[in-house]
């Protein structure tokens, strides 16, 4: 007896494959179906790269950030496995968008599905929950600043919003209590809770199958699982991850510099929070939980109705105007905040000021030289300034507080042009002749 057989009478598996293979499909074989098979293989590919990643992570606001570093710089693939977790939670709300799309377009909703739509949007809200608890998880700077607005519009809620803030946060700020609880919630709670989902989903599908086979005569004139089916499945899935993988590889994720409480940084959130991030601006004060509040949770209501509003008996869009009049304005709006703060970005130069916080300083860089040529005449030999304009790097005080080196570094490679001073004594920029590596070198090396 091989070892095949030997495991096939113990669990009878082989029963169990050709039972599934051979399932017949009521509806026929479908590309929704695919997607679904593709949203799960997502999952599944989080679940791998998170456990990875977890392997070399260590939660707490001390070594956070330097086992983040070790795992891109130091293991085997360990920056790869980070892109592919990244890039895959972007597609799984790409994939979740898709399937949503399709099942309003054919009201894929009705007869009996309404449940198995609003558990789309209960998982579309899991993944957001994925996403905001695992972005302050690296505790660089954007991470920590990033989650500083969001912990604060969970305290813009009415009535709990401040308690609810307190305890995701475990106090009054961001600290260690707050990244072990959002590494417990990201690792534990949250996927907890994705596993129930998936198996009640399974379980209103399969109650949905049995009903329908029940005025199926023939069942074996019926297409079945495989090949049909597989076909697309697998198809999609490769596709899917063809994607993954080229968005891994051509989009790597940075680190950013360790989370520092004293030090102001220009943060932004994910592509899919962009628009959340320019409406906020738009609602200050008072009015913020139009912004925070009122707004997406409008969205997120008349999502969920989708099911009970839509009275259409055919499908395609043709059918639902007014509904598809709703989901076209709050696709344009969404798309149009995202595209605004993208637009402000490149105008006010964000892109280029984030590339200066990357900065290292280069240890091979002559500041000694370059001092002495270029800087010598206005600050001196000490850096105590010649002249009543110029700043005393001699003075600990200037160095204290929550002086940031990236204001510094832009200050040497763009220079000063205060206009209140004589000409020969403003500063001016030397970006074409040191970089932002070698600025900071002089900075660590020679101002300090």
């Not at 992570?57 to 920056?79: F, K, Q």
């Not at 206009?419 to 970089?435: A, F, V």
């Amino acid at each position: 007896m091989g070892g095949g057989d030997w495991l096939n009478d113990r669990l009878g598996y082989r029963d169990w494959i050709r039972k599934s293979c051979g399932r017949p499909l009521p509806d026929g074989a479908s590309w929704i179906r695919s997607l679904v098979f593709a949203l799960i293989l997502l999952f599944v590919f989080e679940g791998l790269t998170g456990f990875l990643l977890s392997l070399s992570y260590s939660p707490s606001t001390e070594t956070a950030h330097a086992s983040v570093e070790y795992t891109m710089n130091e293991t085997l693939i360990g920056g790869f496995v980070r892109n592919l977790h990244f890039h895959a939670a972007s597609l799984i709300l790409v994939v979740i968008t898709l399937i949503g799309l399709c099942c309003f377009y054919q009201g894929a909703y009705k007869g009996g599905n309404e449940a198995s739509w609003i558990l789309g949007v209960i998982l579309l809200n899991l993944v957001f929950a994925y996403t905001i608890s695992g972005f302050l998880l690296p505790w660089d700077q954007n991470a920590f600043w990033g989650t500083k607005v969001r912990t604060s519009i969970m305290g813009s809620t009415p009535l709990v919003g401040p308690m609810v803030q307190k305890v995701v946060q475990g106090g009054t700020d961001l600290g260690n209590l707050t990244l072990t609880r959002f590494y417990a919630g990201h690792f534990f709670l949250i996927p907890l809770v994705t596993v129930g989902v998936y198996f009640v989903y399974r379980g209103i599908k399969k109650h949905i199958w049995k009903r329908k086979m029940v005025g199926v005569e023939s069942p074996e004139t019926l297409p079945t699982y495989w090949p049909h089916q597989a076909a697309r499945d697998v198809t999609m899935g490769c596709l899917v991850l063809a994607v993954l993988f080229g968005m891994s590889f051509a989009v790597p994720i940075e680190l950013g510099p360790k989370a520092d409480p004293l030090l102001n940084y220009p943060a932004r959130p994910e592509w899919f929070f962009r628009w959340l991030y320019q409406l906020l601006k738009y609602f200050q004060g008072s009015a913020q939980i139009i912004g925070t509040i009122v707004i997406p949770g409008l969205m997120g209501v008349i999502l969920i109705l989708i099911p009970f509003l839509d009275r259409s008996e055919k499908p395609g869009f043709g059918q639902k105007k007014l509904l598809l009049t709703f989901l076209l304005a709050i696709a344009l709006f969404c798309t149009g905040l995202t595209s605004i703060a993208y637009y402000h970005d490149l105008e006010t130069g964000h892109y280029e000021e984030v590339e200066l916080w990357q900065a290292k300083a280069d240890p091979e860089f002559d500041v000694d030289t370059f001092y002495k040529s270029e800087c010598f005449e206005c600050h001196g030999s000490t850096g105590s300034g010649l002249l009543e304009a110029t700043p005393d790097f001699g003075d600990p005080d200037f160095w204290s507080g929550s002086r940031a080196d990236v204001y510094l570094i832009k200050a040497i490679l763009e220079g000063i042009p205060n206009e209140t001073l004589p000409e020969d004594e403003r500063m001016p920029g030397y970006q074409d002749k040191i970089n932002a590596d070698q600025a900071l070198a002089l900075i660590e090396f020679k101002l300090k």
